[in-house]
């Protein structure tokens, strides 16, 4: 569990450049704080994690919020997954249809590990939930 106002150092990415990171916790609210260069104050990246934590903790991250479409946005050192659309948690919409079709959630980290139809389906799934959050 976090404790309030703990403050934590991790490799992240700001406006696509490699930064370290600060990150304050102030209750269940996370402000990531650049150490050396204040841009947009977003962390982003587009091309894979945008917080990478000493503990093993990944955590992909668009424009300041939790976003990833091929796989889950964050994946802790335990290997607990939150799934997240533009910063909407779509968890129980993706374990739900991975059960569905006989994936178990808990080994599933990302498309590529399915075969090309069942991808390609899991892919449409979300694209349809994002087109649904808007």
Known sequence: MRK?????????????????????YNGSKTVVKNVSIVTTNKVHREDGPALLWDNGTTVWIQHGKHHRMDGPSSINSIGRQRWCIRGRDVTKKVNQWLEDNGIDPLKFFQFNDLDDQTAVCFLSFMLSLEGKLT
């Open 4 to 24: 309030r106002n703990q403050t934590n150092r991790a490799e992240g990415y700001m406006d696509g450049t490699k930064h370290d990171v600060v990150v304050y």
